[in-house]
């Protein structure tokens, strides 16, 4: 492929990318307009978000499985042509059961998308170019849902909350026009799957993105739904580890991708950012919104500059990808990430939204040193037979990560909320020369009615503002906890990683094409070299 063919295959890859993450966030600030145009509680709202996670969950771990049944070019038109018909349904939805359904099938069918443009990235470009490649590619993972909030709040404000399903179908065009032009296909071929294991993943994983998703409003494991769906996720999930163990033949997932370090260390620093990226996420706009009373599109133009540094760390490691190591690159960002955190621990109620510039735009441009080098670590030595199931598998990990450190980071907060309230609430006695002078100034006395709520709203808020400052010093520490990690990389990322012991050390890409001749059959048995090609 030329070059100029690969360029045109990063936009139209990079163009359902975006599509597909933007609308893990977009929609987060029209709810309350959805809520009230369809007639919907702010607690059943919320299931436009979860059940848009869970069709995503279920499909995601087939990526591999219908990638090889379809072939490439056909499973990526197929995904992208039902996500846009579904947007457009989601934007035309009158009534909450039928967005809550639309809103299933849209993540259902978006599901692949990113894991599959990430495998087609991965193997189009040559080795040499693939950290621009992967750092291209990330920009929509990463600035996509950053930038969802800003763009929904405009969308929201100055159209209606259906622009936010709406906007995709212009991108979700373009791209499957380039797609069905300039990305190569793959040769469609017969394979069989563990659809029993398939099915207590399934399980395991809806039961999960329930409890996250519903945990806190239904007060954890005070609630018999959330302990029964916890307790369907521990045996469906013990249940897929044994079955995946046991079964030789079709397993879900081949076994080769985890015994590759690089994958799995990619992996796991991945998972662990979804405390710091999507926590970080959704703390800042609550702050800007809520605590700080800015309007949606002020809070959406203040947070830009998280996006902007992002957008500009990619650009920046695209041209240092083949010249410093990606230990360093990573580093680097862990540092910058950390420092943005702990500024922002800083935070009080005179802060302003030009304030919070630095930190955000430390945050941001450190994201951006971690995501590229993280990503093709994770691909350096997959052989390219295993990068579809690979990508899906990665996918899988970071979806479920950031799951749950937006569970961690919205269950903290609220808790410490509840704890630093019942801390202050002892200090507002109306016979403390405190409390009595603060209303004096407001012409109120702590024992009438108005002066008690102006006195319990602002303990309220100085109560959040101090879980605020709580909350990100957990995402600070989460930043500490992902450098260790760093030391667990393979030293030679170049070689392919190798497949079970019980097949000798031969590496995942001589085991493709050992297995295509009976010759090379036998010399596979016998643990042989894999014989000179012809």
Avoid at 39 to 44: N, P, R
Avoid at 107 to 134: D, I
Wanted: glycine share 8%.
């Amino acid at each position: 492929m030329n070059t100029s063919n690969r360029w045109l295959v990063s936009i139209a890859l990079m163009a359902a990318t975006v599509m597909q993450v933007l609308d893990t966030t977009i929609t987060n600030v029209a709810l309350p307009h959805m809520a009230g145009n369809l007639g919907a509680s702010f607690d059943s709202i919320s299931w436009v978000l979860t059940s848009y996670l869970i069709g995503t969950s279920l499909v995601m771990p087939l990526t591999g499985y219908l990638t090889d049944r379809l072939g490439r070019r056909r499973f990526l038109v197929i995904s992208i042509a039902g996500f846009v018909a579904t947007s457009a349904l989601c934007g035309a939805a009158t009534t909450l059961p039928q967005i809550v359904a639309f809103r299933f099938l849209q993540g259902m069918c978006g599901a692949a998308l990113v894991p599959l443009s990430q495998a087609v990235m991965a193997e189009v470009f040559p080795q040499q170019e693939r950290g621009k490649a992967m750092a291209i590619w990330g920009m929509g993972v990463m600035v996509a849902p950053i930038m969802g909030p800003s763009l929904g709040g405009w969308l929201t404000d100055a159209l209606s909350w259906r622009w936010t399903f709406y906007i995709n179908l212009p991108v979700g065009i373009a791209s499957l026009f380039l797609v069905m032009r300039y990305v190569p296909d793959t040769t469609a071929k017969t394979r069989s799957l563990d659809w029993t294991a398939f099915a207590l993943l399934a399980v395991s994983l809806t039961a999960l993105q329930l409890v996250l998703d519903r945990g806190q409003q239904e007060d954890w494991l005070s609630s018999g739904f959330i302990v029964a769906a916890a307790l369907i996720c521990a045996v469906s999930f013990g249940a897929f580890v044994v079955r995946s163990a046991t079964n030789k033949t079709n397993p879900l997932f081949n076994l080769a991708v985890l015994r590759d370090r690089n994958f799995v260390v990619a992996a796991a620093v991945m998972a662990a950012m979804g405390i710091g990226l999507f926590g970080g996420q959704l703390l800042q706009p609550q702050f800007l919104e809520n605590l700080m009373g800015f309007p949606v599109s002020d809070a959406g133009l203040y947070l830009m500059p998280r996006g902007l540094a992002t957008f500009a760390a990619m650009i920046l490691v695209g041209r240092l990808s083949s010249k410093v190591s990606p230990k360093l690159l990573v580093g680097g960002g862990l540092l910058l990430s950390l420092a943005g955190s702990l500024l922002m621990t800083r935070i009080n109620a005179e802060v302003t939204g030009l304030w919070m510039a630095m930190p955000l735009a430390l945050q941001g441009f450190g994201m951006g040193l971690i995501f590229v080098p993280m990503s093709t670590l994770a691909f350096s030595s997959i052989a390219k037979v295993y990068t579809a199931e690979a990508a899906g598998l990665y996918s899988l990990v970071r979806t479920v990560g950031s799951a749950v450190g937006i569970s961690l980071v919205s269950t903290y907060l609220a808790r410490s909320t509840q704890a630093h309230w019942e801390l202050l609430r002892g200090f507002a006695s109306p016979y403390r020369g405190a409390a009595t002078q603060y209303l004096e100034g407001l012409h109120l006395l702590p024992q009438t009615g108005g002066g008690a709520q102006i006195l319990a709203q602002t303990l309220f808020s100085q109560a959040q503002l101090a879980a605020f400052v709580d909350c990100f010093w957990f995402i600070a520490a989460s930043f500490l906890v992902m450098a260790p990690l760093l030391f667990l990389k393979k030293r030679n990322p170049d070689r392919p990683c190798s497949i079970p012991r019980r097949f000798g050390r031969v590496s995942v890409s001589a085991h493709a094409e050992m297995t295509e001749t009976n010759e090379t059959k036998m010399a596979f048995r016998r643990h042989l070299p894999t014989p000179p090609a012809r």
